[in-house]
T-cell receptor, first 110, second 113 residues
Framework: AQRVTQPEKLLSVFKGAPVELKCNYS??????LFWYVQYSRQRLQLLLR??SRESIKGFTADLNKGETSFHLKKPFAQEEDSAMYYC????????????FGTGTKLQVIP | DSGVTQTPKHLITATGQRVTLRCSPR?????VYWYQQSLDQGLQFLIQ???????AKGNILERFSAQQFPDLHSELNLSSLELGDSALYFC????????????FGSGTRLTVV
């Protein structure tokens, strides 16, 4: 079974402070990991994929297979980063369902 | 708008009734996915279709069914509704059966009274 755990329901940080949103996963095969973001009153949208090794809006995430983690990080939080963040996992084969974590609400305090 | 379109945006209905939620995928996307989001359970995968065929199934109740039509739009049918079915139902689409990231619709908020 595949499982995604986001231990924090709410994370509050001050503007300019570093951000780390935690994500741990459980999967027996080779996983594909994603972060999705949902800004207020907007639809869920893809933020980044581990396979792309990209940085989007200053956010990065590194897949750590030893610790089965895929934490999302940003060195300096901005007010516009306030949103719900969901970590998601799927297998690497075809027709794989995506399992989402329960989400972490990031609140950036001005 | 070439994104994922879901209708209706809001739906209020009584227990025991049946409703149909509709999703039009992003232009060119062959895969459609349905998710249920409730307050205490997060995003729960329901079902996936690829080019008209069911490809993966999650925790979808027997009272729920879905299909994808030749024009690639999909419908999620919920019957014998219960209060606990109140939730946001999201549709997402992707370019292929591989997961390169979804494009989500804005969801249908179902309230069962």
């Amino acid at each position: 079974a595949q499982r995604v755990t986001q231990p924090e329901k709410l994370l509050s940080v001050f503007k300019g402070a570093p951000v780390e949103l935690k994500c741990n996963y459980s999967y027996s095969g080779s996983p594909e990991l994603f972060w999705y973001v949902q800004y207020s009153r907007q639809r869920l949208q893809l933020l980044l994929r581990h396979i792309s090794r990209e940085s989007i809006k200053g956010f990065t995430a590194d897949l750590n297979k030893g610790e089965t983690s895929f934490h999302l990080k940003k060195p300096f939080a901005q007010e516009e980063d306030s949103a719900m963040y969901y970590c998601a996992l799927s297998g690497s084969g075809g027709y794989q369902k995506v399992t989402f974590g329960t989400g972490t609400k990031l609140q950036v305090i001005p | 708008d070439s994104g994922v379109t879901q209708t209706p945006k809001h739906l209020i209905t009584a227990t025991g009734q049946r409703v149909t939620l509709r999703c039009s995928p992003r232009s060119g996307d062959l895969s459609v996915y349905w998710y249920q989001q409730s307050l205490d359970q997060g995003l729960q995968f329901l079902i996936q279709y690829y080019n008209g065929e069911e490809r993966a199934k999650g925790n979808i109740l027997e009272r729920f069914s879905a299909q994808q039509f030749p024009d690639l739009h999909s419908e999620l049918n919920l019957s014998s509704l219960e209060l606990g079915d109140s939730a946001l139902y999201f549709c997402a689409s992707s370019t292929s059966n591989r997961n390169y990231g979804y494009t989500f619709g804005s969801g249908t908020r179902l309230t069962v009274v």
